[in-house]
């Protein structure tokens, strides 16, 4: 017996999602403590474009200093972002969002523990609300990778040192490093 072809697209398509979110619903992968995404603001660049940025892509002439470096926040904190964390191994880093997260790094003197940071650079001006820093780390327990409290302290020492190597870059008049 044959199933009309109107009755088997939806029905496809039925199990198809609730395939999807069963496989969502079931997952036991602990997500790390992300930071509350409502202290996220959008870059002032961004936002002053009324359309979310897209139009700094199609946009000829008449570029802010944003959209002429390609950079939609403040180049020093950017830069001096890079610079401070390049000891750790880069995972991602959009310029445009100004988000950059890190890889995993264990310090060589304790390989049983591990540290990520995401560095969030949220406006175009030098200042230090436009900078926000969250530090992740694990301990290496039975062979497993347990997530542990970081001190606040942690993430505003980077911060610190940020945008002092952002101050510094500015002085100094270069984006280089």
Known sequence: MTCPNNFL???????????????????????PNLP???TYRTPQAMASSGNGGLGTLFTFGGKSHAEQTGVAVNAYIWRASLVTLSFM????????????????YSPPAKPDRRFKVSAYV????LTANNLKVSVFEQDRQGGAWVDQPV???????????ILARAAQLKAAGQLNG
């Open 151 to 161: 001190d606040p302290a942690v993430a505003n020492g980077l911060e610190d040192r």
């Open 89 to 104: 191994p880069l995972a991602s880093a959009d310029p445009f969002a100004g988000v950059i997260v890190t890889d995993w």
């Open 9 to 31: 697209r939806p029905a496809l398509k039925a199990a198809a999602l609730g395939s999807a979110l069963a496989l969502v619903a079931c997952s036991n992968a602990k997500q």
């Open 36 to 38: 509350n995404m409502e």
């Open 122 to 125: 949220l406006g175009t001006t």
